[in-house]
């Protein structure tokens, strides 16, 4: 499955990025998608999923980062505003084909390429 994010680069503390993932045409048959980042050597955590329009976030970035997708789940965004340093990481789209949608990374079978974010 190609998951294809765009959408990363710099900004300074407060400013807002938009993060895409271009799905291919049957991610229609993905029960969930979401977005997880990694800082190099940490975990990788679950910042925002998204289900049939229900979504579910991060505490840390509650009220800062929406997702949201395309009827046809064809695209999949997060508006990430009032950014802080520690949001900087490698962000990650992630599909998951059938299950709960949780921000666990674990569950899901389907990843971009990751695309970095740096806030400073």
């Known amino acids: 499955v190609q998951l294809v994010e765009s959408g990363g680069g710099s900004a300074q503390p407060g400013g807002s990025l938009t993060l895409s993932c271009a799905s291919p045409?049957?991610?229609?048959?993905?029960?969930?998608m979401g977005w997880f980042r990694q800082v190099p050597g940490k975990g990788r955590e679950g910042v925002a999923v998204i289900t049939d329009g229900t979504t579910s976030y991060t505490d840390s970035v509650k009220g800062r980062f929406t997702i949201s997708q395309d009827n046809a789940k064809s695209n999949l965004y997060l508006q990430m505003n009032s950014l802080k340093p520690e949001d900087t990481a490698t962000y990650y789209c992630a599909a998951r084909r059938r299950g709960s949608c949780l921000l666990d990374w674990t569950l899901y079978e389907n990843w971009g390429q990751g695309t970095q974010v740096t806030v400073s």
């Open positions: 045409d049957y991610a229609y048959e993905f029960d969930c």
